[in-house]
């Protein structure tokens, strides 16, 4: 599955660090530190507005539409005011927990420590690509110890595009001179890690995070766990 490619281009978030998991703990922790029980229901309540809405911001924010800052104060605006608290001091409080917090945490997707460890003692190189805010995500990679295993680490904010614009693509393949044929980008998100590879000549194989199944690409490997890589490696 990846044994013909020279070049590996992995996304963080849901692909190796997982961001689900963390997130949920970290907001868990900011719910109960700000006692948010006075407002909602239950932390389930709460978690379910933030993360829809969360998903609506960053799909803006890949687009254009919105900038980083609006992103990180407004979806916690969002599910306060849901439940009719006008608060902007608790919103702006609660979004500088989180991410003081969330990067803190080190949880994995699992087999991703394997598969790293695998791609570390092989000869291929290994970049990042992740389009999370470049502060964030470096103490991320920091607190799980992520660094040494990437030859390139390449933050969106740094290069000025977000995936799938091509041109993040082209910076990872320049960076690695690389050729996009010898070249395979891993990630859980289908427009910004798959179609944007595709659109730039690049393979990809698709950690689907659902159970709903997309429609076959030729250019495509949909797998639903990192062990369906490590089976066909240890396969051969």
């Given at each position: 599955m990846i044994d013909s490619y020279k070049h590996i281009f992995i996304d963080?978030?849901?692909?190796?660090?997982?961001?689900?998991?963390?997130?949920?703990?970290?907001?868990?922790?900011?719910?109960?530190?700000?006692?948010?029980?006075?407002?909602?229901?239950?932390?389930?309540?709460?978690?379910?507005?933030?993360?829809?809405?969360?998903?609506?911001?960053?799909?803006?924010?890949?687009?254009g539409e919105v900038t980083k800052e609006f992103v990180a104060f407004e979806r916690f605006r969002h599910p306060l005011s849901t439940v009719g608290v006008a608060d902007d001091d608790l919103a702006e409080r609660m979004n500088k927990q989180f991410l003081a917090t969330l990067p803190t945490k080190t949880a994995l997707k699992p087999y991703a420590k394997e598969l790293l460890d695998y791609l570390k003692n092989s000869s291929k190189s290994v970049t990042l690509i992740s389009n999370g805010f470049t502060a964030v995500q470096e103490k991320k990679m920091n607190s799980a110890n992520l660094n040494s295993y990437f030859d390139h680490i390449i933050y969106s904010e740094n290069v000025g595009a977000l995936k799938p614009d091509k041109k993040i693509f082209e910076f990872?393949?320049?960076?690695?001179?690389?050729?996009?044929?010898?070249?395979?980008?891993?990630?859980?998100?289908?427009?910004?890690?798959?179609?944007?590879?595709?659109?730039?000549?690049?393979?990809?194989i698709y950690l689907n995070n659902t159970t709903k199944k997309v429609t076959p690409h030729e250019k495509v490997v949909e797998i639903f766990g990192l062990d369906e890589i490590l089976d066909v490696i240890k396969e051969k």
């Open positions: 963080l978030d849901d692909t190796i660090w997982d961001f689900y998991a963390n997130s949920k703990t970290a907001l868990n922790e900011v719910y109960t530190q700000e006692r948010l029980n006075r407002y909602f229901q239950s932390f389930d309540d709460f978690y379910k507005l933030y993360a829809d809405y969360n998903k609506i911001l960053w799909e803006k924010y890949g687009n990872a393949l320049k960076l690695n001179q690389a050729q996009p044929s010898e070249t395979v980008m891993i990630g859980d998100n289908y427009n910004a890690d798959i179609l944007g590879a595709i659109n730039s000549g690049i393979d990809a």
